[in-house]
Structures are given as C-alpha cells and as structure tokens.
C-alpha cells in the first residue's frame, strides 16, 4: 500500500528541523505509512527548494547543546518537493490526491492577516487580492487562499475529509484558522465550500518549539567535514526540540506518540507558557541585546542585565498569570524559565538579533498584550511586563532613524504608523495608544503610566552601555 501523504507548504529552515525530523524518527523505527511532500506558495527560497529537489529532499540536520555537542543526521521523510509555479497546480493536485490526509504549514504571525480581535481583515491588500482569486476559483499567495484551492479540488474530486494542522505560534492556532478560513471563503462568495469545508477538515491547535536560526555561511562545510556529504541546503538547530497537538484528525495520522510528540485533550497550557516565557522572552532579548550592539542571542542572555529583565518579566508577571491558585499549570513554570534561559544562551546556535527581533508588531499583540491585559484585571502592577514593549520602542526609534545595524523586517507594520508614534511628543503615550497593538487596552491610564517608567528604564539601560 503506498503511503499517507502530509503536504507541508513552508520548506522553510524550522519545517525540516522539526516536523520532519518527527517523521524521520518513525521512519527510523520502520514505519513507513506517512511521508511529506513539501511546496512553497510564494516564489521566495528558490535556491533551496531547488538544492532540495536535486537532492530528492533529502538533508542533513545540525544539532548543538547547549554544552555545544553536535551531532549530524540525515533527513529523507520529505520525498517529494514540488516546484513552485504561478497558479500552484502541482500544489493543488497533491492536496487533492486521496492519499494526502494532512495539510501543514507554517505562518508567521502576521501571515495570518488578523485584526486586534483575531478576526479575518479583508483590508488587507495581498488578503484582498487572494479573495478576488478565490472568486474566480484560482488559487492564491496567502495560507487561505492555497488552502482554498487544494479544498475546492479535493471537494470535486470527492477524494474525503482532511486535517488542516498549523505548525507555528500563532495562539489557538487551530481555531483562529479555521475561523479566518471560513470567512475567506465565505468573503469569496464560496458559501458551499464553506460548508463542505466544516463538515469534512478539523484544524488541531498544535505548540512547536525548537531554535532553529538561518542557516550559516560555515554550515555547509560543518556537514562536509563530520559527514563527508556536500549537503546544499543543510538547516542547523538546538538538541532541545517539542511538540504538543491536540488529538483531532478526521483522516488519520502517524503514530507520533511514540517518537516524543504530546497527544493532548488541550494544548492550550503548553501554548501559553511557550508563548509568553520562550517566545516573549526571545524578542526581549533580541530588542534589548540591538540596543546593547550585540549580534546574537546568546550575548545577551549571558549579559546579566538583559538577562535580569527576561528573568524579571516571567517570574513577575507571567507565573503570576498562568499558576492561579486552584488551578495549576501541567508546566513546572520556573523550571521551564530556566531552560528556556539557557537554551538561549547557547553560543553554538548563534542565533541573530536580527531574525528574533522581527515582526514585533505582531508579536506584541499576540507574545506580550495577554499578560498585560491579565495583571491589570487582576490589579497587579506591570512593571516587569512593560519593559518588553518600551524596549520595542526603543529599537524602534533606532529604526525610525535609520541607526539600526540591519534592515528591520514586519509583515504587520505600516511604515507611517511606525514612524508617527516615533515622532510623537510623548512616544510611550503613542506606542500605548495604538489598538493594532493592544486592542481595547490602547490608551488605558494604567498602560502609558507603565510605559513611560519602563522607558526611563530601558533609557537608562541604553545610557549604561553608550560607548565614552
């Protein structure tokens, strides 16, 4: 019988050091029902998907601890690569196939084109776009409009249910999906494969996590040199790796289970403490270690002082938020902050400021705004959480005056926004003001008081490490 099928789309650097190297493991152990085939849906990456596609996509995969042991393994679970083309026909008839059961992806958070209340925003103009395609039954360059089109084939070709599985940090990544998958075919005027589409796809939430950096120059000849193979699309990561997904596939799935993956009733615990200690506590020191001229990382996580405000910022204001008396976390919360720490400050990875402190405002919203939210209904103070948006800000107005060392990349930012609150009087007012950010936090008293003493703060950080 020939395998399952999981369609990825996304061959980026985190796909094959985790979701696939979940499948290598069962393929290792000699089940070989699944297999992946993977696309990208836009035209980016080319010269990776192509070194993938002369490879059969086959890879190797680095992994460094954090006491810097590295260890090389080969990747062959994805066994088909699908070129990208205008119109994603090879994409589409793949998804229709009956003996793909699993749909993947992974979306950064902006990619998802959500409001401040995680609604679907058709205003958006690559959104609007694919919703025009959709109407003429064309695929499209968003995550909805490429899934719209496999839907509409696999619906015609009678060819049964899917799962639709998200492999990002999105919160309730799942469902905020399917919610916005709705309304896009519902914007589209396709009512009938709407219903379809709810009656036939689940959408699990799914927590995933390893480090997984932009592959460095120095990674091909690693692997040449340990594995004698001259590998062109190597991917590098840390030993640790996690994923949790919540136990709802309407046609099947490998039997992940038995390689480590957490088959969950919720994901949601897991989700929120990933989001609020790891995720937020990266761009944390990302902005923070920008600040301080640092490259990496793992600088500033081994400076005492950014590593303090991490620190600070969970024991403070998140613990408080997901340990509540009478209901505990699954996590041990303070155990997970320290590794989280010193997974960060593992030098081997070398992970850049520059890719962590991306997308911030998307990350705001969905790392940060929760926590916020929690401890001012809660009447706590914020103190400790209020340090991540005013160092945001900070770096930010770096970027709006052209003083950043690299180019600064947010899918969610408009330019003229960004650069008005930088403008502004009072630009803590202004970054607190902003609903895209904060929704109906943006003005609250409680919030711009908190940010203008953490500003003060993060300005006397900066001050601290201004060269003489």
Same mark, same amino acid.
């Given at each position: 019988?020939?395998?399952?099928?999981?369609?990825?789309?996304?061959?980026?650097?985190?796909?094959?050091?985790?979701?696939?190297?979940?499948?290598?493991?069962?393929?290792?152990?000699?089940?070989?029902?699944? @297999?992946?085939?993977?696309?990208?849906?836009?035209?980016?990456?080319?010269?990776?998907?192509?070194?993938?596609?002369?490879?059969?996509?086959?890879?190797?995969?680095?992994?460094?601890?954090?006491?810097? +042991?590295?260890?090389?393994?080969?990747?062959?679970?994805?066994?088909?690569?699908?070129?990208? !083309?205008?119109? /994603?026909?090879?994409?589409?008839?793949?998804? !229709?196939?009956?003996?793909?059961?699993?749909?993947?992806?992974?979306?950064?958070?902006?990619?998802?084109?959500?409001?401040?209340?995680?609604?679907?925003?058709?205003?958006?103009?690559?959104?609007?776009?694919?919703?025009?395609?959709?109407?003429?039954?064309?695929?499209?360059?968003?995550?909805?409009?490429?899934?719209?089109?496999?839907?509409?084939?696999?619906?015609?070709?009678?060819?049964?249910?899917?799962?639709?599985?998200?492999?990002?940090?999105?919160?309730?990544?799942?469902?905020?999906?399917?919610?916005?998958?709705?309304?896009?075919?519902?914007? !589209?005027?396709?009512?009938?494969?709407?219903?379809?589409?709810?009656?036939?796809?689940?959408?699990?939430?799914?927590? +995933?996590?390893?480090?997984?950096?932009?592959?460095?120059?120095?990674?091909?000849?690693?692997?040449?040199?340990?594995?004698?193979?001259?590998?062109?699309?190597?991917?590098?990561?840390?030993?640790?790796? @996690?994923?949790?997904?919540?136990?709802?596939?309407?046609?099947?799935?490998?039997?992940?289970?038995?390689?480590?993956?957490?088959? +969950?009733?919720?994901?949601?615990?897991?989700?929120?403490?990933?989001?609020?200690?790891?995720?937020?506590?990266?761009?944390?020191?990302?902005?923070?270690?920008?600040?301080?001229?640092?490259?990496?990382?793992?600088?500033?996580?081994?400076?005492?002082?950014?590593?303090?405000?991490?620190?600070?910022?969970?024991?403070?204001?998140?613990?408080?938020?997901?340990?509540?008396?009478?209901?505990?976390?699954?996590?041990?919360?303070?155990?997970?902050?320290?590794?989280?720490?010193?997974?960060?400050?593992?030098?081997?990875?070398?992970?850049?400021?520059?890719?962590?402190?991306?997308?911030?405002?998307?990350?705001?919203?969905?790392?940060? !705004?929760?926590?916020?939210?929690?401890? /001012?209904?809660?009447?706590?103070?914020?103190?400790?959480?209020?340090?991540?948006?005013?160092?945001?800000?900070?770096?930010?107005?770096?970027?709006?005056?052209?003083?950043?060392?690299?180019?600064?990349?947010?899918?969610?930012?408009?330019?003229?926004?960004?650069?008005?609150?930088?403008?502004?009087?009072?630009?803590?007012?202004?970054?607190?003001?902003?609903?895209?950010?904060?929704?109906?936090?943006?003005?609250?008293?409680? /919030?711009?008081?908190?940010?203008?003493?953490?500003?003060?703060?993060?300005?006397?950080?900066? @001050?601290?490490?201004? +060269?003489?």
């Amino acid at each position: 019988m020939a395998p399952y099928v999981i369609l990825h789309l996304g061959l980026g650097s985190f796909h094959r050091a985790h979701q696939a190297v979940y499948l290598q493991r069962l393929i290792d152990r000699g089940d070989r029902r699944w @297999q992946l085939s993977g696309c990208n849906i836009r035209p980016d990456m080319a010269d990776v998907v192509q070194a993938l596609a002369d490879q059969g996509g086959a890879y190797t995969l680095e992994t460094v601890t954090p006491a810097g +042991v590295r260890r090389y393994e080969r990747i062959t679970a994805i066994r088909e690569i699908i070129a990208y !083309a205008p119109g /994603l026909a090879a994409m589409v008839v793949r998804g !229709a196939d009956p003996a793909t059961r699993i749909v993947s992806f992974t979306v950064t958070e902006a990619g998802y084109y959500l409001d401040p209340s995680h609604q679907l925003d058709p205003s958006q103009p690559e959104l609007a776009a694919d919703i025009a395609r959709a109407a003429r039954g064309e695929a499209g360059e968003t995550v909805y409009g490429a899934v719209a089109a496999i839907l509409r084939a696999r619906r015609a070709a009678g060819t049964g249910p899917l799962t639709l599985l998200n492999c990002d940090n999105l919160r309730h990544n799942g469902e905020r999906f399917r919610a916005a998958l709705l309304a896009f075919l519902e914007a !589209a005027g396709e009512g009938p494969l709407a219903a379809w589409t709810r009656q036939n796809t689940t959408c699990p939430n799914a927590m +995933v996590d390893r480090i997984t950096p932009r592959p460095p120059p120095a990674l091909r000849e690693r692997v040449r040199q340990a594995t004698g193979i001259a590998d062109a699309a190597p991917v590098t990561g840390e030993s640790f790796i @996690q994923w949790v997904i919540e136990d709802d596939f309407a046609a099947g799935r490998p039997a992940w289970e038995q390689v480590g993956v957490e088959l +969950v009733r919720s994901v949601q615990p897991y989700e929120e403490a990933k989001i609020r200690i790891l995720n937020a506590s990266h761009s944390c020191i990302a902005w923070a270690g920008t600040l301080a001229g640092l490259q990496y990382i793992h600088e500033g996580t081994l400076d005492p002082a950014i590593r303090q405000m991490a620190h600070d910022y969970v024991t403070e204001d998140v613990i408080p938020c997901l340990q509540r008396p009478g209901a505990p976390s699954p996590v041990d919360l303070p155990a997970y902050r320290d590794v989280v720490l010193e997974r960060f400050a593992n030098p081997a990875i070398r992970d850049t400021n520059q890719r962590v402190a991306a997308d911030g405002f998307a990350k705001i919203p969905g790392f940060i !705004a929760p926590t916020v939210r929690e401890r /001012l209904a809660a009447g706590q103070p914020i103190a400790a959480v209020a340090m991540l948006p005013a160092l945001f800000l900070a770096f930010l107005q770096r970027w709006h005056a052209g003083e950043l060392p690299y180019a600064y990349q947010d899918q969610g930012m408009d330019p003229a926004t960004a650069h008005a609150i930088c403008a502004a009087a009072d630009p803590a007012a202004a970054l607190a003001a902003d609903r895209q950010l904060w929704g109906d936090l943006a003005g609250d008293a409680r /919030l711009v008081a908190a940010l203008r003493q953490a500003d003060q703060r993060v300005a006397a950080f900066v @001050q601290g490490r201004a +060269v003489p």
